[in-house]
């Protein structure tokens, strides 16, 4: 049995909710709510919620700051927000989900259909959302860690760690300095999503790569040379973009 916590200040909102999951999301069999961060607290110790849909812009005590109260996350985490860029970027950074206001009905289906796809342990959840708090604590956004769901759970990574990420259908794999690649199952665009504004730029419809280990460009063959001696190629469509990305901040470039 499938039991879902609904927690919104907005009694609209949560009335809103419910009967989303009650049309689209035939398989939770049960559904609380809360208005306020003390009810919230109360109802997630004794009714045990297995995914919980929370509202971030709350007074008082904001999503976030709810979160830090619970000793123990063993549910799954849904956001649920009008549009926040920086929010949405952490969210996203520490593999959780969001939901804009007002909510889509395919959207919340998707989002319901990756909470019983998972397989994740209670820990996982526990430290994506550990994560999650953590990069909301840093006001630079280069000492946030990403999150990459992997076979044997969550590992976490500096964006300034990651070379280069490689798209292998809907996989992505991920060369790291100073340790050994990493397969997730995301595509790479998601990744480009999220990575593009810490300094990676898409060269190659399979290739995401750190400007900060390029360190030169071979005309003749089109690829961009990496500081590990990796030779990556440019696809044609995309050259002058790089390029005149890489411009602006790299010098010495092969041409």
Do not use: W
């Not at 996203?92 to 989900?97: E, P, R, Y």
């Not at 340790?179 to 665009?189: E, M, N, R, V």
């Amino acid at each position: 049995m499938i039991k879902a916590l609904i927690i919104d200040d907005e009694e609209v909102a949560v009335n809103v909710m419910r009967l989303m999951i009650q049309r689209y999301l035939p398989e939770i069999a049960a559904v609380r709510f809360a208005t306020n961060s003390v009810e919230a607290l109360h109802l997630i110790s004794e009714f045990k919620p297995d995914i919980v849909f929370l509202d971030i812009e709350m007074p008082y005590q904001n999503g976030f700051e709810l979160l830090k109260s619970v000793s123990e996350i063993t549910f799954n985490t849904v956001f649920t927000t009008a549009y926040d860029k920086y929010a949405i970027q952490a969210i996203k950074f520490s593999a959780l989900d969001y939901l804009l206001k007002p909510i889509d009905a395919d959207e919340l289906r998707e989002t319901f259909n990756r909470f019983i796809q998972k397989s994740t342990l209670d820990m996982n959840k526990h430290l994506a959302v550990k994560n999650l708090l953590a990069n909301l604590q840093h006001t630079n956004e280069a000492c946030h860690k990403l999150a990459l769901p992997t076979s044997s759970g969550l590992q976490f990574f500096l964006p300034g760690d990651i070379i280069r990420c490689e798209g292998m259908s809907n996989y992505t794999k991920f060369y790291l300095s100073n340790y050994h690649p990493i397969l997730t199952s995301k595509t790479i665009k998601e990744y480009e999503e999220i990575l593009i504004p810490h300094k990676f730029i898409r060269v190659h419809k399979s290739h995401l790569v750190n400007t900060e280990f390029v360190s030169g460009y071979v005309q003749q063959i089109n690829h961009l040379i990496l500081k590990d001696g990796t030779q990556i190629e440019v696809s044609r469509r995309r050259k002058k973009e790089v390029l005149d990305e890489l411009s602006g901040y790299i010098s010495g470039l092969k041409n």
